[in-house]
């Protein structure tokens, strides 16, 4: 069973930084990217960063300039640093991990609230 265990979440103040971590069970060489996501109460899940096993890195337009996404192998590990946060990167933030055979994982989110 493959897991993604995400931590790092939390509450802070506009303006502030948090940084997610989400360590996979699957090895990076079945990786062929990871991910970050979000949701919003009352609205969609939706991309905010993702990083390929050849490490090009894709930005939600909203994010660029102030998240960082990053990945080390040796931990099977994926980060997001979050820096100027706003109260609108309110949200469940959520691990995805795509695989070289198909299939696609879910880690169980985890809560960022920026108080403004």
């Known amino acids: 069973q493959v897991k993604l265990v995400e931590s790092g979440g939390g509450l802070v103040q506009a303006g502030g930084s948090l940084r997610l971590s989400c360590a996979a069970s699957?090895?990076?060489?079945?990786?062929?990217?990871m991910g970050w996501y979000r949701q919003a109460p009352g609205k969609q899940r939706e991309l905010v960063a993702d990083i390929t096993s050849g490490g090009s890195t894709n930005y939600a337009r909203s994010v660029r300039g102030r998240f960082t996404i990053s990945r080390d192998n040796g931990k099977n590990t994926v980060y997001l640093q979050m820096n100027s946060l706003k109260p609108d990167d309110t949200a469940v933030y959520y691990c995805r991990q795509s695989t070289t055979y198909g299939s696609v994982y879910w880690g169980q989110g985890t809560q960022v609230t920026v108080s403004s």
């Open positions: 699957e090895s990076v060489f079945n990786t062929l990217a």
